[in-house]
């Protein structure tokens, strides 16, 4: 299949597409469950696809330092080893070297580090990273960048934006073209709206199949973000999926598509449900807190996923408490089908030209609060 995108419907700034890649269709705006180690974890492949996911993200960083990369294309690529046949987006590695490794040194050339692993040495540049990713199989392959930290000042980031263009340039020149497998490139610039815009040029300048926004969801906070948003979009092209990047909470997802954005990933559903932290639609919820203990309610009871349907508030809090793995299991399905759920929310508002309405009762029963206490 060769890669599209069509925008189907548009309602103010947010657009309701369609991507087509070498593994199939991803209706957008659309969320990416994370598969750090080619696993969503705690969740079989088929489980995730029954939430209604249609893409998942796998991390560079991790899947380099193990199994590898070459080991895994040995093994027929990422969607046989870990049994996924629909699309793969895989990150550049850039940002968790910064985040995880130790004893990193950066330069012109790229990034050497340590792993947090076992301390092997490794190396990573804009070419290494773009030849993983298509050892990898990655339908949707990431440019090499620098993750801008938060706060830095207008000169810094202004240097380690340009430093990202250049990779950006490297890591166009290393990819190799196959039908229906794409090249994105993440405009950085931290909260600089003057910056933003000199790396959205930048990237449309050396031209890609598609542009992620990078360096939000940092701790800038959701003022900042959603500003940096608006300024930045401008000067993004309309006829290609804008991807930003670890985002995020639901009101952050909702506030994104209404500014434009197609496509998002974040742990936190995942990362949540071993938390016993659930995602609903009043709201968060704590499991692990005592309300919950005699409640035979279902933990959402307008949800339709498989943990609402069969299971209830009382019995996720007791697998918690004894620390069953069975407890994130459920909390994590549950959370990616919440997940999936607003986003099919979120598209059908766009094409029936509802969106305001959609946002505004969303905020209303987000925070809202949860059901009255079980008596
Ligand atoms: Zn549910």
């Known amino acids: 299949m060769k890669f599209t995108y069509q925008k189907l419907a548009q309602d103010g700034a947010a657009r309701r597409g369609k991507i087509t890649t070498a593994h199939g269709v991803i209706d957008t705006p659309a969320f990416m ?64 070297v910064m985040s995880l490794s130790k004893l990193r040194k950066m330069t012109e050339e790229g990034v050497t580090f340590q792993s947090h692993v076992d301390g092997s040495k490794h190396a990573l540049t804009p070419e290494r990273s773009i030849e993983i990713q298509r050892l990898l199989d990655a339908d ?156 035979p309610r279902p933990l959402d009871p307008d949800c339709a996923c498989y943990t609402c349907r069969n299971y209830s508030r009382a019995y996720i809090h007791h697998l918690l408490k004894c620390d069953e793995m069975l407890g994130p299991m459920l909390l994590t399905q549950h959370n990616l089908h919440y997940y999936q759920e607003l986003m099919a929310g979120l598209r059908g508002a766009i094409e029936s030209g509802t969106l305001q309405q959609f946002a505004s009762d969303f905020h209303q029963q987000y925070t809202g609060g949860d059901l009255e206490e079980y008596q």
């Open 33 to 96: 469950p994370v598969g750090t180690a080619a696993t969503v974890k705690g969740m079989r492949p088929e489980q995730v696809a029954d939430t209604g996911a249609q893409i998942l993200l796998g991390n560079t960083y991790h899947l380099m330092l193990r199994p590898g990369a070459e080991r895994v294309a040995a093994l027929g690529g990422l969607h046989t080893f870990m049994n996924w046949d629909k699309p793969i987006l895989t990150d550049s590695g850039g940002y968790q």
């Open 140 to 295: 949707i392959t990431m440019s090499f960048d620098e993750c801008t930290p938060f706060p830095a000042t207008e000169e810094v980031a202004a240097e380690s934006m340009r430093l990202s263009m250049r990779w950006a340039k490297r890591s166009r020149d290393a990819f190799v073209e196959r039908d229906g497998y794409v090249f994105f490139g993440i405009v950085q610039g931290s909260i600089y709206p003057e910056l933003r815009k000199e790396s959205a040029e930048a990237l449309q300048a050396i031209g890609f199949d598609g542009y992620a926004i990078g360096g939000l969801a940092v701790g800038e906070g959701q003022e900042l973000m959603f500003q940096t948003l608006e300024t930045t979009m401008p000067h993004m092209p309309d006829d290609k999926p804008r991807y930003l990047m670890g985002v995020g909470k639901p009101p952050d997802i909702v506030g994104a598509v209404l500014r434009g954005i197609d496509m998002f990933d974040c742990v936190l559903p995942t990362r949540s449900g071993r938390t016993a932290q659930a995602f609903t639609r009043r709201g968060t919820l704590n499991f692990m807190n005592a309300r919950h203990a005699a409640d």
